[in-house]
């Protein structure tokens, strides 16, 4: 079984709506999670880290559900410029690296 | 935030030739690099974590002979991909961990893009 998993996608959505992704972890001992951003043939970027209580930064909100291994990421008034890969990221307790979901594809349209 | 910094950005070599790439923490020491390899469509994997002054460790499946790797600073890592063949082609990232705003966070380099005729 993976460490992380996300559903691929992609996800087509018009500019202006919400879309939300989900990610699973295995290990149920994992402490920190983040939400990355990957543009096409670019290097990821952090978008946002995760915490227990959820965090919110602009139009962007990210929720931990540790009962059930879940990460969510939901976007709002999505933006063209949304459109991007985005990676579910987790750090497994011991370990100095950290576990990359597949990533989810989001385009946003006009 | 931090910066890492990779060269080059891009490589096109003919087969059996050897790759040099240098990812460096331009403003802050990184103890620890990552090496992660990335094919078209394909998610990040983790090649190798590097350590300053000590061997990296390398993640299964991967070959320490083919991938050199040497971590002689806190802030410089390289890794050299021996007697390159085309199926060596893809995007090499490295990370180096850090800390901003109180958090140990993992920057990326910009990655460079290596292909093998």
């Known amino acids: 079984r993976k460490e992380v998993e996300q559903d691929p996608g992609p996800f087509n959505v018009p500019e202006g709506a919400t879309v939300a992704f989900n990610c699973t972890y295995s290990?149920?001992?994992?402490?920190?999670f983040f939400w990355y951003r990957q543009d096409c043939r670019k290097e990821p970027k952090l978008l946002m880290s995760?915490?227990?209580s959820g965090n919110e930064d602009g139009r962007f909100t990210a929720q931990l559900n540790r009962a059930s291994q879940y990460i969510s990421l939901l976007i709002r008034d999505s933006k063209l410029s949304d459109s991007a890969t985005y990676l579910c990221v987790v750090n497994l307790p011991g370990a100095n690296n950290l576990f990359f979901g597949t990533g989810t594809r989001l385009t946003v349209i006009p | 935030g931090a910066v890492v910094s990779q060269h080059p950005s891009r490589v096109i070599c003919k087969s059996g030739t050897s790759v040099k790439i240098e990812c460096r923490s331009l403003?802050?020491?990184?103890?620890?690099m990552f090496w992660y390899r990335q094919f078209p469509k394909q998610s990040l994997m983790l090649m190798a974590t590097?350590?300053?002054?000590?061997?990296?460790?390398?993640e299964q499946g991967v070959e320490k002979d083919k991938f050199l790797i040497n971590h002689a600073s806190l802030t410089l890592s390289t890794l050299t991909v021996t007697s390159a063949h085309p199926e060596d082609s893809s995007f090499y990232i490295c990370?180096?961990?850090?800390?901003?705003?109180?958090?140990?966070?993992?920057?990326f380099g910009p990655g460079t893009r290596l292909t093998v005729l």
């Open positions: 590097s350590n300053e002054g000590s061997k990296a460790t390398y």
């Open positions: 403003d802050f020491q990184a103890t620890t």
């Open positions: 990370s180096a961990r850090g800390t901003s705003g109180g958090s140990d966070t993992q920057y």
């Open positions: 995760v915490y227990s």
């Open positions: 290990n149920s001992a994992s402490q920190s």
